[in-house]
């Protein structure tokens, strides 16, 4: 197995998730909160593909998917344009509304130009240098690992919101 197999794996599983945890959630459930200062299943899901979206766009040297896609413009969400997330007020949190089929297109996409990519890439192409902000660089292997990881904590996050607004609502 290469570290391009690797890759596309993980992305994978990102994808299968997402798609688990949000199917048949209606506005309630994706916007369910078990406090004031949770996040919603809608602002992870969106999170972790402005993420996912943000990064790989950036590696690639292609615009986001989010405003080449026209996701922007579906989702009309009252956020900077590129706003992917970070440090979120509650209130920024909950301005985060979209439907299901919504959520899994925009990630549908994210996803396939993720893979598309991941796929091209040659073994040594992912030691080259792609954030010089950090000590020691960010070398684009780390950078997808990170993106790996941070999706993986929020579909996590997500899943468990999901069983928490399903025990109180079902």
């Given at each position: 197995?290469?570290s391009?197999?690797l890759l596309?794996?993980?992305f994978g599983?990102?994808?299968?998730?997402v798609?688990?945890?949000?199917?048949?959630?209606?506005?309630a459930?994706?916007?369910?909160?078990p406090?004031?200062?949770?996040?919603?299943?809608?602002?992870?899901?969106?999170?972790l593909?402005?993420v996912?979206?943000?990064h790989?766009?950036?590696i690639?040297?292609?615009e986001?998917?989010w405003?080449s896609g026209?996701w922007a413009?579906?989702f009309r969400?009252p956020l900077?344009?590129h706003?992917?997330g970070?440090?979120?007020s509650?209130?920024q949190?909950?301005a985060?509304?979209?439907d299901?089929?919504?959520l899994i297109?925009?990630?549908?996409?994210?996803h396939?130009?993720?893979?598309?990519f991941v796929q091209?890439v040659?073994?040594?192409?992912l030691?080259?240098i792609v954030?010089e902000n950090?000590?020691?660089?960010?070398?684009?292997a780390?950078?997808?690992?990170s993106?790996?990881?941070d999706?993986l904590?929020?579909?996590g996050?997500?899943?468990?919101?999901?069983?928490?607004?399903?025990r109180?609502?079902m």
């Amino acid at each position: 197995m290469t570290s391009t197999d690797l890759l596309v794996d993980a992305f994978g599983r990102i994808k299968e998730s997402v798609r688990a945890i949000v199917k048949g959630l209606d506005a309630a459930a994706l916007t369910y909160r078990p406090d004031a200062e949770a996040n919603t299943i809608a602002w992870l899901v969106w999170h972790l593909t402005r993420v996912q979206d943000d990064h790989v766009s950036e590696i690639i040297g292609t615009e986001q998917i989010w405003t080449s896609g026209g996701w922007a413009e579906r989702f009309r969400l009252p956020l900077d344009l590129h706003d992917i997330g970070y440090g979120h007020s509650p209130e920024q949190v909950a301005a985060v509304k979209a439907d299901a089929e919504t959520l899994i297109g925009y990630h549908d996409a994210v996803h396939a130009q993720t893979e598309d990519f991941v796929q091209s890439v040659k073994e040594p192409e992912l030691a080259r240098i792609v954030d010089e902000n950090w000590i020691p660089p960010v070398t684009m292997a780390v950078r997808l690992v990170s993106v790996v990881e941070d999706d993986l904590q929020h579909v996590g996050q997500a899943a468990y919101i999901r069983g928490m607004y399903e025990r109180a609502h079902m």
